[in-house]
Structure formats: C-alpha cells, structure tokens
C-alpha cells in the first residue's frame, strides 16, 4: 500500500501549540514522532478517534499499532477499529480490544468492511480508512495522571527510597540526596536552560524590589534561579537536600545563601518570604508529601508576596521510572490539584500553562511542565 498516498482525513484532536503533535506524525514514517491529543491550553476529554484516507480501495486484513516510544503514559489502552467504503457510513466495529502496555508494535486483525480511520501509524493491509477510536489511555498504576513525571528534583527529600524489582532482581531505589549528589554538574547540563524557568524568573524578577527575600527550594547548582535573582539584587536562601549541589551553588553563586535542608522538615522564620520559587522540587516523594510540601510552601509567602513553581503534573503515586541512568520512584499531582491546593492556602493564582521540554544533549526523555504564577494578597 502506498503510503504517499494515504492522508489524515479527520482528527478530534491534536496538538499544535505545547509540542509538534500533529495527526500528520502518523503517515511521517519516523517513530520517534507522535499524533498527541490536546493538553496545552485545555485537556481534551476521551474517547479519540483518527481518520486515514489511503487514498484508493485496498484489501486489508490487519493494521500495526507503534505505541509511544518515549514515555509509558499517553500509550492507546482500549481501541476500535471501523472501516468504510466512502468515509461516511461506517458498519460494524471491525476490531476492538485493548493493546498490550508495552513499546514494541501491536498487530490488530480483522475483517474490513471498507476505508480504514486508525488512531496511530499505518495498517499492514485492508480496504481503505480505519476509525480507531482511543477510548482510554494507557496510564501508569495506580492512578492516572495526565502526564506521568520523568524527572526527578534536587529539592525532594533524600528519605524517600525503597526496594523495586527490575529484571528478577530486588534492587533499592536511590534517594533524591544520592542521585543529585552523583548527577552534580550533568544535571545543570540537561535542565540549566528551561526556557519556562527562564520567563518565570524574568517574570518574578521583574515585580520584586532591591534586597527581597527569597526562597529557592530545590537550588541545585544556583544556576540558574539564586543566579538570576541575586544578580537582581534579591537577598537569596537556596535550600537542597543533595550536599554536593549545595556546594557547588556556593562556590557558583556566592551572593547567596545555600543550606543543604529538606523542604518537608525546614522551618523559615515567621516573616516569612517575599517571594518562594519551588522549580521542580517535589517529585522524589511520596504523593502526600508533595501535597504537604506544596501547602507548607504556600505558606511562606508574606501578605503581598509571589510563589513561582514548576512541576511536570500527574496524579500519579510511587511510578518507578529510570531516569538519567539513576532507579527512582516519583509522585505528583494533577495541575487542577496544584491550583486548587493553592487557592485554598490564600495564594490568588495569577497565571499557568504547561509547555513541553526536551534536555538537552539527549541526557534525559523529553517532558511536559507545569508553570504556575500565584501571589498572596497584601
């Protein structure tokens, strides 16, 4: 079957804006492409469905499904398949099932009963467009986020680690302390340059006055958030649980101040802080802690102050997940969690948008960010 001359006839969604998650990616014949449904001004709501005009009348006995090569989450779960002979009346389902949650490609047989609509890649054979409905989505256990994390934070507390099977074996996860402590400078290298980190910064930087107090929980290596807020005169407290980050922010940024501290147990004073930055700090947690962590943060900020975060949103509990060369187990929360849990500590939310990331050097998988702007009335 020629594949030049297949086209996307119609598509519910897809995604334009936060990433290059155009229907087209699915006749594009690179599997590192994707069709990606809407999420980065609204999150389209399920069952999704793809429609493909092969461009002339073919027998086909089956399609293969390519799932997503870059994460486990956002993989097609449940799916039907429908065939027409015109594209407009449409018989019986031709296929239903779910597919296995794996990266390797799924084979789907059936009997067509005319064009093929698929929701990812290229059928094998057939008469013409297959209507593959994306009913659900493949998520990680035990909840379902919509967008599982893939990176961990300096910022998280170095207790949380525990045993996890890999390959037969019982192996202990590391602790937040001991992969920043390993990972050091190689972390900056792939996260330095965040370019929603950069214009939140900017944005902050802009509304503090000379000699603000600030608080960045998750310091790393000082660069580049007690960077840019020292340089724009902002008295600055970094605080990390990773002491080999903690020393090469003061040796990078000495005209601030770092402790290596724990953003679950650290106690400020009662003034509190003009203004708090939390940039991927509470990932490497148990999903109650982030939320403790979240609300103890908020309440840092004094009357007339700003909290500026970062995260990569899911509601998702314990994934274990590779990252980096490093076994660690993340949670999150959802971004309407993140907004409501705000709110309800007294912080007005001013602005939030998600925006997709890839590190740099290829040292890490590419992901999806959170961005939330808030401030606590005078």
Same mark, same amino acid.
């Given at each position: 079957?020629?594949?030049?001359?297949?086209?996307?006839?119609?598509?519910?969604?897809?995604?334009?804006?936060?990433?290059?998650?155009?229907?087209?990616?699915?006749?594009?014949?690179?599997?590192?492409?994707?069709?990606?449904?809407?999420?980065?001004?609204?999150?389209?709501?399920?069952?999704?469905?793809?429609?493909?005009?092969?461009?002339?009348?073919?027998?086909?006995?089956?399609?293969?499904?390519?799932?997503?090569?870059?994460?486990?989450?956002?993989?097609?779960?449940?799916?039907?398949?429908?065939?027409?002979?015109?594209?407009?009346?449409?018989?019986?389902?031709?296929?239903?099932?779910?597919?296995?949650?794996?990266?390797?490609?799924?084979?789907?047989?059936?009997?067509?009963?005319?064009?093929? #609509?698929?929701?990812?890649?290229?059928? /094998?054979?057939?008469? *013409?467009?297959?209507? %593959? @409905?994306?009913? $659900?989505? +493949?998520? &990680?256990?035990?909840?379902?986020?919509?967008?599982?994390?893939?990176?961990?934070?300096?910022?998280?507390?170095?207790?949380?680690?525990?045993?996890?099977?890999?390959?037969?074996?019982?192996?202990?996860?590391?602790?937040?302390?001991?992969?920043?402590?390993?990972?050091?400078? #190689?972390?900056?290298?792939?996260?330095? /340059?965040?370019?929603? *980190?950069?214009?939140? %910064? @900017?944005?902050? $930087?802009? +509304?503090? &006055?000379?000699?603000?107090?600030?608080?960045?929980?998750?310091?790393?290596?000082?660069?580049?958030?007690?960077?840019?807020?020292?340089?724009?005169?902002?008295?600055?407290?970094?605080?990390?649980?990773?002491?080999?980050?903690?020393?090469?922010?003061?040796?990078?940024?000495?005209?601030?101040?770092?402790?290596?501290?724990?953003?679950?147990?650290?106690?400020?004073?009662?003034?509190?802080?003009?203004?708090?930055?939390?940039?991927?700090?509470?990932?490497?947690?148990?999903?109650?802690?982030?939320?403790?962590?979240?609300?103890?943060?908020?309440?840092?900020?004094?009357?007339?102050?700003?909290?500026?975060?970062?995260?990569?949103?899911?509601?998702?509990?314990?994934?274990?997940?590779?990252?980096?060369?490093?076994?660690?187990?993340?949670?999150?929360?959802?971004?309407?969690?993140?907004?409501?849990?705000?709110?309800?500590?007294?912080?007005?939310?001013?602005?939030?948008?998600?925006?997709?990331?890839?590190?740099?050097?290829?040292?890490?998988?590419?992901?999806?960010?959170?961005?939330?702007?808030?401030?606590?009335?005078?």
């Amino acid at each position: 079957m020629p594949q030049g001359r297949m086209s996307v006839k119609a598509v519910d969604s897809e995604e334009t804006a936060g990433e290059n998650g155009s229907a087209a990616n699915v006749l594009d014949g690179d599997a590192s492409t994707l069709w990606h449904t809407r999420w980065y001004a609204a999150t389209a709501p399920m069952p999704h469905a793809l429609t493909l005009d092969l461009g002339a009348a073919y027998d086909v006995s089956a399609l293969r499904h390519p799932p997503r090569q870059t994460r486990g989450h956002g993989r097609i779960a449940d799916y039907r398949v429908s065939t027409s002979t015109d594209g407009v009346t449409w018989g019986p389902a031709a296929a239903t099932g779910t597919f296995a949650d794996g990266a390797g490609g799924q084979d789907v047989g059936f009997t067509p009963n005319g064009p093929l #609509r698929q929701a990812h890649r290229h059928p /094998r054979g057939g008469r *013409q467009p297959v209507d %593959l @409905d994306r009913r $659900t989505e +493949r998520r &990680p256990p035990p909840v379902a986020p919509r967008a599982a994390p893939e990176r961990p934070s300096s910022g998280a507390p170095a207790q949380y680690g525990g045993p996890s099977r890999r390959g037969g074996r019982m192996t202990r996860r590391k602790s937040a302390a001991e992969v920043f402590d390993a990972l050091a400078e #190689r972390y900056e290298e792939a996260f330095g /340059r965040v370019p929603g *980190q950069l214009a939140a %910064l @900017d944005w902050l $930087t802009a +509304r503090l &006055p000379a000699g603000a107090r600030v608080l960045d929980v998750g310091s790393g290596t000082g660069r580049p958030t007690a960077e840019a807020l020292a340089r724009a005169g902002c008295a600055v407290t970094g605080i990390d649980v990773s002491a080999a980050m903690v020393a090469l922010a003061r040796s990078r940024v000495p005209q601030a101040r770092f402790e290596q501290a724990d953003v679950r147990t650290y106690a400020p004073g009662p003034e509190g802080f003009d203004a708090v930055c939390a940039f991927f700090p509470l990932l490497v947690m148990d999903q109650p802690e982030v939320a403790d962590a979240l609300d103890r943060m908020a309440s840092w900020v004094a009357p007339g102050g700003y909290f500026v975060m970062a995260t990569v949103p899911g509601d998702i509990r314990g994934l274990d997940i590779e990252w980096m060369g490093h076994e660690v187990t993340v949670s999150s929360l959802s971004t309407e969690d993140h907004l409501s849990r705000l709110a309800d500590r007294g912080l007005e939310v001013l602005h939030h948008h998600t925006a997709a990331f890839r590190p740099a050097g290829g040292l890490a998988e590419p992901e999806e960010h959170l961005f939330c702007y808030a401030r606590r009335p005078a």
